[in-house]
């Protein structure tokens, strides 16, 4: 089954293009460790997914770009194209002149229904070009005008035009103290918004990503493209072919689909979190070597934790004991750090993932009581090693490690909202006072679900 | 031999002149004539006459013009209600052909002073105009403002009735002072004689000059003022024309940096002034750069930002500058900085990957601060100086269309204004304690 991208604004376009890159590069590597027939597998699967393959030389990304203004694209089309080993369609792209400016009332109430058809009709070009279709993966920026409000419209089409595809939203959340100063209120209208049309949000924070790139990669003057190589990998680790079953004999086709039954089992809880490990600059991967059940142990750690990477683990931080039963609606035996999950998605990718001891994900304490703790947590493996690394793990996490981003972000606009400042740029697009009282409303009941975990 | 592309597009028309005259426009492929997307209007000759005969002059098309002999005697009055009537025709049918020649047209920069009569009354009479024809289109505004000795003696009438039509009809305001000007050029004079550390200058990195441009053989005295104006604007437009990871374009400055449609006056500074011939900038020199904006002799109005209240604060840099760099400036210079309680991290940020000429890197900072209220307060009492003893109000009166109901509406609107920035400080912006959430039931 293929997956359709749909690439929004200006980090839209930029990320989908590391994505694509990351995954190209990770196919045409030699460090599968696996046998050829294994890589072969694997690749036939990863191009079916992502790529077209129609009479040209190289695959064409299954993809659609838009934006507002034309500057991104041209960059994104014509990097691709130099890259020589993948491009993409030149035609599956629409841009318009002006931008959104930062504004999501311009992009979701003007640009949204101005340019639907045209938008739509891309798109359902690409969805025609596969065999079969997977589902649409989105990615956006929150902050902006376009990525967000655009994004959202967007988002909302492909349910009515789809109502049976799997929607995967993919947001990127801004630094906290500012790109944009209103990033607040677009962040309130996008979720509030993508969680009425959405399967599932996936986040990548920039404020994280940061850090992994200071600390971990050791990137001293850092740029908004090592930030989403970074994402790229994450997302790499996470879609390219896995086998979803022990003793499966073939790579998973569905990979959307699989990620929405294992991970939200209500559509009350939609947030998503990623994390992955190892994560190190490339020259210091001939040195390293690593050991499953460390990997595993820092992972399991990250979780409770709620530690963004694998440095500054907080280890003092445990699940409670079963023992004490008190109804999970009071929280009080929980120690107040502790990361509760819904549900939990492990990938495993390299060298000996068939012996991988993954009971410590499977204890019941680390989960809610609504599940059999056999269905909260699914691994998926391969023995193919992705992008260089021997063994890699992921972890994509149905819990409340996005409660407290959320809570700050909704915070900071409820703050801004009571002083009126900026609603007059809203209410000139046809936003009006109501409609962000009833975002508000929507995302402090999404935060009240996730607190009484 | 250049060619003509998107960033030259924003500001210039390329125009098939080989059959002579005005041909039809080049859209793609080599530079024939560039021509701006322009109009000058002055009720005098003198200047545009110079720009015509200068080596600017195949840039401006003779037929995107308006000019009268008279000029308008220092009055507002004359300009906007005088010469406005009777050319408003013409100014409306020179607009809609040179917006016509856009593909899509995204902003009007209107350049004026404040204190004069043209600049000023039919400045701001055209700013009604565009309001009325193009309300779609953003107004930005590039405002001189006088000072204190100003020799023009009805300067303080000129500009409030000016402010009005500012408050009203414009989206985003860039006051600016001669003064600041002035400091400015003395300061990059002062830098290059005293031959500091035996570094040199390297010339055309001055922010007073037009660094790859059209050299005219002597200098007017406003000149390197003047560039410095250039310089902002060219700053300020410099993600919409150039490719970056962070765009910033103008309406987004409109939407960050507008918080209440009246509050629309924004203080900027430009750094670095000079690039020193150094090849080698630590990054100790780049976060000097970040550090200078924020500093009162790099404003370009005579104000303080850094001792008055932000409602928002935007930084575009140019250059060789990664997000780690913005991102570690931003939080060093966070802590000294007043923001008001709404928007304690109003930071608007843009990076734009081509440099200006003959600099490495640089960054336009653009406040909107409390800090302009002492611009306008000064101004408000000059104006009351005159009023009272309603000296020179007879020159103003006797034209068509004014009436004493100008001058009071005129004063109320500059004084409601200061009294908003005057609540700002007062309040810090906001309640003492954040606002409750709503309570959802569980």
Same mark, same amino acid.
């Given at each position: ?54 009479? =040209? ?83 956006? =920026? ?49 979720? =509030? ?225 009571? =002083? ?34 | ?50 720009? &015509? ?5 195949? @840039? ?8 009268? @002999? ?23 049918? /020179?607009?809609? /052909? ?27 009479? @055209?700013?009604? @105009? ?75 990195? %001055? ?32 993600? *919409? ?15 960050? %940096?507008?918080?209440?449609? $009246? ?9 670095? %002034? ?18 200078? *904006?924020?500093? $009162? ?8 930002? /850094?001792?008055? %209240? ?23 210079? /966070? ?30 900072? &653009? ?76």
């Amino acid at each position: 089954m293929s997956i359709v991208t749909v690439q929004l604004g200006q980090c839209g376009n930029q990320i989908g293009h590391e994505v694509f890159n990351a995954i190209c590069s990770d196919i045409h590597g030699t460090h599968g460790l696996c046998s050829k027939k294994e890589n072969e597998s694997y690749r036939d699967a990863c191009k079916e997914r992502f790529f077209c393959e129609e009479e =040209s030389e190289v695959p064409i990304a299954r993809a659609v770009l838009v934006d507002m203004e034309p500057k991104v694209i041209s960059q994104t089309l014509s990097m691709a194209a130099r890259s020589g080993y993948w491009k993409y369609d030149d035609r599956s792209r629409f841009c318009q002149k002006q931008g959104s400016g930062n504004n999501w009332a311009n992009g979701y109430s003007v640009h949204g229904p101005r340019h639907k058809e045209v938008i739509m009709n891309l798109v359902q070009k690409e969805a025609e070009k596969c065999d079969r279709l997977g589902g649409f993966f989105t990615i956006m =920026s929150m902050a902006g005008g376009t990525g967000s409000g655009l994004g959202a419209f967007v988002t909302q089409c492909l349910r009515d035009a789809f109502p049976t595809s799997f929607i995967l939203n993919h947001v990127i959340w801004p630094y906290s103290t500012g790109e944009v100063i209103v990033q607040n209120y677009n962040s309130v209208l996008t979720l =509030s918004h993508l969680y009425q049309s959405s399967d599932a949000l996936l986040v990548h924070e920039n404020d994280v990503i940061h850090k992994i790139c200071a600390q971990l990669m050791n990137i001293k003057q850092m740029s908004f493209r090592d930030v989403n190589q970074v994402i790229a990998h994450q997302l790499g680790s996470v879609f390219q072919p896995t086998y979803t079953a022990e003793g499966g004999l073939h790579y998973s086709r569905n990979p959307l689909g699989d990620l929405m039954e294992t991970l939200v089992p209500h559509p009350e809880f939609k947030m998503l979190g990623l994390r992955n490990i190892p994560q190190m600059p490339e020259n210091s991967l001939a040195y390293s070597t690593f050991s499953w059940p460390g990997l595993i142990k820092h992972l399991r750690q990250m979780l409770i934790a709620n530690a963004k990477m694998e440095e500054g683990i907080d280890w003092q931080v445990q699940p409670p004991r079963l023992g004490s039963s008190l109804p999970s609606s009071h929280s009080t035996n929980r120690p107040l750090h502790f990361n509760t999950s819904i549900a939990n998605l492990v990938i495993l990718r390299g060298k000996d993932t068939h012996s991988v001891d993954l009971g410590s994900f499977r204890d019941p304490s680390l989960y809610t009581s609504w599940l059999n703790p056999r269905d909260a947590f699914n691994a998926w493996k391969t023995p193919r090693a992705f992008n260089k690394y021997e063994k890699s793990a992921a972890l994509v996490s149905n819990s409340q490690f996005l409660l407290k981003p959320l809570d700050n972000v909704v915070g900071k606009a409820w703050n801004m909202f009571a =002083s009126k400042a900026y609603i007059h740029q809203y209410t000139k697009f046809g936003i009006e006072e109501e409609d962000f009282l009833d975002s508000f409303t929507a995302l402090e009941q999404v935060i009240s679900s996730y607190t009484i975990l | 031999n250049g060619i003509y592309d998107e960033a030259l597009s924003s500001f210039f028309r390329n125009v098939d002149t080989r059959g002579g005259g005005d041909g039809p426009g080049i859209y793609k492929g080599k530079i024939c004539s560039l021509k701006a997307r322009a109009l000058l209007i002055d009720m005098e000759e003198g200047v545009v006459n110079e720009i &015509l005969q200068g080596p600017l002059r195949d @840039v401006f098309d003779s037929k995107q013009l308006i000019t009268d @002999v008279s000029g308008s005697g220092n009055n507002w009055a004359v300009g906007h209600k005088l010469y406005g009537y009777q050319y408003r025709e013409n100014i409306v049918e /020179k607009l809609r /052909k040179t917006a016509e020649h856009c593909d899509c047209l995204q902003c009007f920069f209107i350049i004026h002073s404040m204190g004069g009569g043209t600049g000023s009354g039919l400045g701001t009479f @055209v700013l009604n @105009v565009l309001e009325d024809e193009f309300p779609e289109v953003y107004r930005f505004v590039t405002s001189v403002y006088p000072s204190g000795e100003d020799d023009v003696i009805t300067s303080p009438y000129n500009s409030v009735l000016a402010m009005k039509e500012l408050n009203e009809h414009a989206d985003c305001v860039l006051p600016i002072e001669n003064e600041s000007l002035f400091d400015i050029v003395n300061k990059i004079h002062q830098m290059i004689s005293s031959g500091k550390l035996g570094s040199t200058v390297k010339q055309n990195s %001055l922010v007073t000059s037009s660094a790859g441009g059209a050299r005219t053989v002597q200098e007017k005295p406003f000149d390197a003022m003047n560039n410095i104006v250039a310089n902002l604007l060219l700053n300020l437009t410099s993600s *919409a024309r150039f490719e970056g990871s962070l765009n910033m374009d103008l309406n987004e400055i409109s939407m960050n %940096l507008v918080p209440f449609p $009246r509050l629309h006056y924004l203080v900027s500074s430009l750094t670095p %002034l000079y690039t020193l011939a150094d090849v080698n900038v630590p990054s100790r020199r780049l976060d000097q750069m970040f550090s200078d *904006a924020f500093s $009162r002799d790099h404003q370009l109005i005579q104000a303080d930002p /850094k001792h008055s %209240l932000y409602l928002a604060c935007a930084l575009l840099v140019r250059g060789n500058v990664q997000v780690s760099d913005l991102r570690r400036n931003i939080e060093r210079l /966070k802590p000294s900085l007043h923001f008001v309680s709404w928007n304690q991290e109003g930071w608007k940020t843009g990076l734009c990957s081509v440099p200006p000429v003959g600099h490495s890197h640089s960054l336009l900072a &653009l406040a909107n601060n409390t800090c302009v209220k002492p611009t306008f307060t000064e101004l408000k009492d000059r104006f009351m100086k005159l009023y009272k003893k309603k000296a020179h109000l007879h020159h103003y009166l006797h034209i068509d269309g004014m009436e004493q109901s100008c001058f009071s509406e005129a004063i109320s609107s500059l004084s409601d204004l200061i009294e908003e920035y005057n609540e700002l400080d007062a309040t810090k912006g906001g309640p003492r304690t954040d606002p409750s959430r709503l309570q959802i039931a569980a």
